[in-house]
């Protein structure tokens, strides 16, 4: 059943003892979003709280962890936030595929595996949709609420760079300001902060990075070795193959990075001139136009030699 | 004589024959605040135009060069727009100093050298301002005129980064994507996209960063040979100081600049911790607590050997 933000409020005003799920490898969204209703239902006087979430990053623990179940909490009522399948459950809300009673999300793809779904493509953000729904509830909007609002808007949209960006989006920051966080200092970890190893990643990837087709077409590589020399973890990595897409000129941008078996992923990013799921297809993988990945179990020279030759016929084929 | 925004909007409604001047080194929020008053002058029907600044750069010269004054042009009312001082006039402004109408800026600095002066040290980007002035002048808020306007608040508050960003900046924003401007386009062009000789010079940034005091100097250099080879211009090296700031740890971020003549310019950027200008005027340098410089007439090994103990004298002050 598909419902709006005012179905959405009114099921939640209704409901008591509710557990908020959020997705695995979990990002700023859906921790921003899980921890926003979980404070704004427990400022109504809900019993709420938030389901353990065993990736949870340094960085995001704030949001959610203060939140995790009592032992004898049992939980009446089951909301997903920013999941847009049951597949993406982590493995602690492997019992609740199939129960869940309110989907929210902002997922096109989300085909409504709740009792009740919320979901709104246009939202850069879901923590955008949960602003609605908190607002409907007549949930005060506190700093800490909107700071967990915050960082989901900003994190999903780039802090506002990326076409997901709408005009409520930006009004939804303002009222976050509004509400008294420091955004300027939010943004300054979240944005403008590397970590040494992230820096690390940050040099070899620009260190490595091989052009060809006349600067068409860019190929980074990331050996393990390195990976671990640095103590990269996975909020390190987070986001590095767009690296390569960012230099003027460059249609494909290919990062190889090696896991701990030796074996390969690949990543691919694409401008609007080149199709990323067209190119990984041809090796065994997939994903969208403009993002997309496989898997080798060769290792790192066959990998790139395959990668380059897919990439270089797409780039031939479309010319 | 200092004027609200009604009192602005009324100066500029009783004027005509008006000419916009922007600052040295134009940047997005001068060429943004001038491009969006000219247009919305000569949508009231206003003779407006926005005089010639020899330094703009292919970026933002869309803005302002299709808005310069025919030959015959007779100014009978000068503004200027995000310019702090007199002193930041470019060559081709000599002759109106002393002679401006009406200032429009941001700058707490701005002394108020115009007959008229609307200063707003709160507005993050001086477009904030001019769209409220361009409101209180009943124009259309077209998609040119907010292009304009966007371009201003997104480059001076590091797209909505910086913690100069308001509730009022996100209000502004979200106005300029309703009257429907790509701001995921123009976000991609503007933050998003790293010409080839920027994506050289910020590998050999990387390269050649140090580490001193157990990661809290970081200090960068940028060889003459290695700008010329890559090709990069002023735009290229646009705030690549901020660079060595970003890593965390690094209190003090210095970047030394190998100037054609050989003599070297640095750059001193600092986290809250430390006082840049302080570290700058050791060496007889100056500028702000964040951000200050400096300049040698020696080679670079001499300059470096001179900043890197300037910079541990003051970090070990500072502890």
Chains 1, 2 share one sequence.
């Not at 970890?189 to 040099?203: A, H, I, Y």
């Not at 993988?285 to 066959?302: I, N, Y």
Request: proline share 4%.
């Amino acid at each position: 059943m598909i419902v709006d933000v005012a179905g959405a409020a009114a099921a939640l005003q209704a409901a008591d003892d509710i557990l908020i799920l959020t997705h695995r490898r979990p990002d700023g969204d859906t921790a921003g979003c899980a921890g926003a209703l979980c404070r704004g239902l427990q400022q109504i006087g809900k019993r709420a709280y938030i389901l353990e979430n065993p990736e949870i990053t340094r960085r995001y623990a704030p949001l959610i962890v203060p939140y995790y179940p009592p032992e004898d909490f049992v939980p009446a009522y089951v909301v997903s936030t920013d999941i847009a399948e049951e597949k993406l459950f982590p493995d602690t809300a492997e019992p609740y595929k199939g129960k869940v009673d309110l989907v929210i999300d902002h997922h096109g793809s989300n085909d409504g595996f709740g009792k009740k779904n919320l979901i709104r493509p246009d939202a850069g953000g879901c923590a955008e949709v949960l602003y609605d729904v908190l607002t409907a509830l007549g949930v005060k909007f506190t700093a800490d609420i909107a700071e967990c609002i915050y960082i989901g808007v900003s994190t999903d949209t780039g802090c506002f760079k990326f076409s997901n960006t709408t005009a409520h989006s930006h009004a939804v920051a303002a009222a976050c300001l509004t509400a008294g966080i420091d955004g300027g200092e939010i943004n300054r970890v979240l944005f403008e902060t590397k970590s040494r190893p992230r820096f690390e990643m940050e040099r070899i990837v620009f260190d490595t990075m091989e052009f060809h087709e006349n600067g068409a077409i860019a190929v980074a590589v990331l050996w393990r070795r390195d990976i671990d020399h640095a103590g990269a973890d996975m909020d390190d990595l987070d986001s590095i193959a767009s690296l390569t897409r960012q230099i003027e000129g460059v249609q494909i941008g290919i990062t190889l990075t090696e896991k701990p078996d030796g074996t390969v992923r690949v990543s691919v990013r694409t401008t609007k001139e080149m199709d990323a799921a067209a190119i990984c297809k041809k090796v065994g993988g997939g994903g969208h136009v403009r993002a997309a990945g496989a898997s080798f179990t060769c290792g790192m020279a066959e990998a790139k030699a395959a990668m380059l030759k897919a990439a270089e016929e797409q780039f031939h084929a479309a010319k």
